[in-house]
């Protein structure tokens, strides 16, 4: 089964494992996910295969094929911030970065409030906006990628090269339906390609953050 359904059972039977409380500094990059590079060709179909069968629980009419462009658009130069560790801390297993490690992809940090529960890390809604962001690893900089209203939510980046990063999330519709959407984004050109699913997903969006979540010892309060 895929790792993401695990999860989901996992949660679902509250059966979460222990965090693991090292301090480890964010550079260190074997408690990060570093995803692997899939390349241009067939990308959509490529990047979230566990983001895709999560969606298919609850759909199984769900295709990638469903997918359709609806806006081509460039980013504002923001000016780079330094990387606060501390607050990026807790959500280093879910950056995502190149295989060179040159840059990361940070979807939560902005996001979400971490506290503790025991020896336990929980998270919860912090900032009503998304923001995803890109972390310059040598300058120790981030910078903004996507800034979305309180109905956006973001699940997880995959990186198609080193220049080119495609962000998985949602639009929140009801509180058990949900359009998905793909941001394909070309760094050195400040460029972005939405894409919205034609139809809906009738799920929990919270419900697959906290899967996601997860993967990063984490669970959703």
């Not at 969606?55 to 911030?81: G, N």
């Not at 995502?96 to 919860?124: A, C, H, M, Q, W």
């Amino acid at each position: 089964m895929k790792k993401w359904i695990i999860v989901f059972v996992t949660i679902f039977l509250i059966s979460c494992a222990d965090n693991d409380t090292t301090q480890n500094a964010l550079e260190n990059k074997t408690d990060s996910l570093i995803t692997e590079e899939i390349g241009n060709g067939n990308w959509q179909e490529n990047t979230f295969t566990e983001l895709y069968s999560f969606y298919r629980l609850y759909d199984s009419s769900f295709t990638v094929d469903s997918f359709e462009l609806i806006q081509e658009s460039t980013f504002e130069d923001f000016p780079a911030e330094a990387i606060d560790v501390s607050k990026m801390q807790p959500f280093r297993k879910l950056i995502s970065y190149n295989t060179d490690s040159t840059f990361g992809v940070d979807l939560f940090s902005y996001n979400y409030l971490p506290g503790k529960i025991g020896e336990r890390i929980y998270v919860e809604a912090g900032e009503p906006d998304m923001e995803a962001s890109l972390i310059d690893v040598k300058k120790k900089e981030k910078m903004r990628l996507l800034y979305l209203g309180p109905s956006y939510i973001l699940f997880q980046a995959q990186w198609l090269n080193k220049n080119e990063v495609v962000i998985g999330g949602a639009e929140i519709i009801s509180e058990n339906k949900i359009k998905p959407l793909l941001w394909k984004i070309t760094i050195s050109e400040k460029s972005s390609e939405m894409y919205s699913y034609l139809g809906f997903v009738k799920s929990n969006a919270f419900t697959i953050l906290a899967a996601r979540l997860a993967q990063g010892d984490l669970f959703l309060k």
